[in-house]
């Protein structure tokens, strides 16, 4: 799925306007109309007393489409015109003659004493600015939004909680609407899916307006939203006459100075993620714990001489548990001088790198690293905001040719020229383990030759999934690592049955 700028999605709803024969009104009818049936989900028509805010742009138009359907539902309501300007469009107007029609009272905000009190409400509906917004709001606007936050209403934003910008990051002295969900229209916006503002964002519901998903295929961006209809299209079928060659050799290099468990959940993941073999270097301490908890995986013992003696490595997973003593910097010299064709690099590895950054151009073309929050910063320095991160990560990218696995929710994936957010997962995964978890299974994705960038799609994609499926059985404070990979085979299958 694509994540759409303010002009690209203006362009889509105006191509879907021409080709489906449909006034900028009625589109804005369609929109407000499947995100009043959502309001009605949340709210108590009988009960509530709702306080609708509306901007004088089309954000406002859809507020008051959705002020004339709360009434037509005998909803109690609340009509503010947030006034930042005296030019409004058609769709607009239109709107607003209907409630004048249905004589319903327009109130006008357009300063700080106009700010009515908003005790009465108790849900607040927030259509002030969409995706519109390019620069600072207006200082009333600034402090109703301030009051808005304050107030213990349920409050719900149409498209983008107001203040809040699609390409540009949040003054610290600017406010935006804190909501208790967002209804925004057909595709996610980039700001949801970054830490800073997405933190604000939690709760955020996809509202299909029906827009031309042949003009939305031809739109050009670097963002993108990882759902099961793109990778489900990834996943291969194993053929009938396949047999262990044929899904590759993993070798994992890890589990060091007592962190055997890493490594061995990275190998328990990865044999539950389809490989032919796996492969499991750690400290020799460790070798009976991997046999009693991977009995399928082989253990290698003197990693070098694996190393040497078999050019053929399908994939090589190195780091998780690895720790930085002299003896993980030997197995790292070893690893690049092997120059494996698939490489990933997680935890450790990523550690070693940023102490040891003249390593950086050895790597191979392609090679992954997994790093989480803190592991980045090590590797690409500090960031202003997140949009600064995203630059500062697709220019790491560019430079040593990897792709980065930027890990948190919403995971991010770049390449160098894309971005591709994850949808899958919850703060369950938040537990120390669960990175061991997904090396393991992009690690297995690229043995089986998936392309690199599908590998790392589809493997963020599956490892979400499957922390989202355990919660049938664990919640988000119980889950641990190990539930993650027991639920790998559930995630699979989930893909599996949308493979044609
Ligand atoms: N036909 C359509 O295009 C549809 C639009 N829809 C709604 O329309 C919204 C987009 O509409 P608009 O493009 O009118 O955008 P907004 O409603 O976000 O308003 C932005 C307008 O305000 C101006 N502006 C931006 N920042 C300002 C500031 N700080 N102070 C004062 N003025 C400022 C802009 O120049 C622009 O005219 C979407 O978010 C969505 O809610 C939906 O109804 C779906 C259909
Ligand atoms: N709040 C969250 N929501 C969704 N996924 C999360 C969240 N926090 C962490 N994760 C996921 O859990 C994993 C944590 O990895 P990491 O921090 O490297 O753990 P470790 O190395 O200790 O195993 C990553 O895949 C990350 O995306
Ligand atoms: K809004």
């Avoid at 009625?26 to 309001?39: D, V």
């Avoid at 301030?146 to 934003?157: C, D, H, Y």
């Avoid at 290099?253 to 990275?266: A, D, Q």
């Amino acid at each position: 799925m694509k994540i759409l700028n303010a002009k690209e999605l203006a362009e889509v709803d105006a191509f879907t306007m021409n080709s489906q024969s449909l006034s900028d009104w009625e589109l804005m009818e369609r929109a407000s109309s499947r995100a009043f049936l959502e309001i009605l989900k949340k709210i108590n028509p009988e009960k509530d007393f709702v306080y609708i805010f509306c901007g004088t742009s089309n954000n406002g138009g859809d507020g008051l489409a959705l002020a004339r359907m709360l009434n037509q539902k005998q909803v109690k309501i609340r009509v503010f015109e947030v006034a930042y300007s005296s030019s409004t469009s058609k769709a607009y107007q239109k709107n607003i003659k209907f409630l004048k029609e249905n004589r319903i009272q327009i109130n006008t905000v357009q300063n700080q004493n106009e700010i009515p009190d908003l005790n009465p409400a108790t849900c607040i509906i927030d259509a002030i600015f969409g995706v519109g917004l390019n620069r600072r709001m207006p200082g009333f606007i600034q402090e109703l939004v301030k009051k808005i936050n304050l107030t213990e209403a349920f409050k719900i934003s149409i498209d983008v909680p107001s203040g809040m910008y699609l390409e540009q990051s949040i003054e610290t002295d600017e406010e935006f609407v804190i909501s208790d969900l967002c209804l925004t229209f057909q595709l996610p916006k980039l700001p949801f899916l970054l830490p800073e503002t997405g933190h604000y964002v939690e709760n955020f519901k996809l509202i299909d307006i029906g827009l031309s998903e042949e003009k939305i295929k031809q739109t050009k961006t670097p963002y993108n939203y990882i759902t099961t209809s793109d990778v489900s299209s990834i996943l291969k079928k194993r053929a009938k006459f396949s047999h262990k060659g044929s899904f590759g050799n993993a070798l994992l290099i890890g589990g060091y100075e007592g962190m055997w468990g890493s490594v061995i959940m990275t190998t328990q993941a990865c044999l539950r993620s389809g490989a032919g073999k796996v492969y499991t270097h750690l400290d020799k301490t460790g070798r009976l714990v991997l046999a009693q908890h991977a009995l399928e995986s082989i253990y290698i013992q003197n990693c070098p001489k694996a190393l040497k003696s078999n050019p053929n490595w399908n994939a090589i997973g190195v780091g998780m548990g690895l720790g930085l003593s002299n003896n993980a910097v030997q197995l790292m010299e070893e690893v690049l001088a092997h120059q494996p064709k698939r490489l990933l690099l997680d935890a450790d590895a990523i550690n070693l790198l940023s102490k040891q950054k003249n390593w950086l151009k050895l790597l191979p073309k392609n090679s992954v690293l997994t790093p989480h929050i803190g592991e980045l910063k090590r590797l690409v320095g500090e960031w202003d905001n997140d949009f600064d991160k995203l630059n500062k990560a697709k220019q790491f990218c560019k430079t040593y040719q990897v792709v980065l696995i930027i890990k948190g929710a919403h995971t991010c994936i770049c390449d160098g020229t894309n971005f591709y957010f994850n949808s899958s997962g919850n703060p369950g995964l938040a537990k120390a383990g669960s990175g061991d978890v997904l090396a393991g299974v992009i690690t297995a994705l690229l043995a089986q030759n998936y392309k690199v960038l599908e590998a790392c799609q589809l493997g963020v994609y599956l490892h979400g999934v499957a922390a989202d499926l355990a919660l049938e059985s664990f919640s988000e404070h119980s889950l641990i690592a190990t539930d993650v990979i027991s639920y790998l085979g559930k995630a699979f299958q989930l893909l599996e049955s949308k493979i044609d």
